[in-house]
């Protein structure tokens, strides 16, 4: 079993940046895959990065390619997301995501991950 708790959301002005953390207890496998979702108020959740555990292979989406960036601490058990340039489209939940089994063809499928954080809040302000 994995618990994530996320943290580092908050509110921050468009053009600025934040930096997610998800802390992950329990064990966390060599063929694992982390990721980060989000999701608007009215909006489906949707994909934003992932990171393969072993060789550390990162996606991302297109609308947050360039700007953010995932990264992983495999000692601490940590995976981060530096967020660059926000746009208030970029305001949302964030959640940590951990899938058992990483295949990189399906990173971006939300049921593909089995462990879930509680969600962090992102704001961004004009």
């Known amino acids: 079993q994995v618990q994530l708790v996320e943290s580092g959301g908050g509110l921050v002005q468009a053009g600025g940046s934040l930096n997610l953390a998800c802390a992950a207890s329990?064990?966390?496998?060599?063929?694992?895959?982390m990721g980060w979702f989000r999701q608007a108020p009215g909006k489906e959740r949707e994909f934003v990065a992932a990171?393969?555990?072993?060789?550390?292979?990162?996606y991302y989406s297109d609308s947050v390619k360039g700007r953010f960036t995932i990264s992983k601490e495999n000692a601490k058990n940590m995976v981060s997301l530096q967020m660059n340039s926000l746009k208030l489209e970029d305001s949302a939940v964030y959640y940590c995501?951990?899938?058992?089994?990483?295949?990189?063809?399906?990173?971006?499928?939300?049921?593909?991950?089995?462990?879930w954080g509680q969600g962090t809040q992102v704001t961004v302000s004009s």
């Open positions: 329990g064990r966390i496998f060599s063929n694992y895959a």
């Open positions: 995501a951990a899938d058992r089994l990483f295949n990189p063809y399906s990173v971006g499928r939300q049921s593909e991950y089995d462990y």
């Open positions: 990171i393969a555990w072993t060789g550390g292979s990162t």
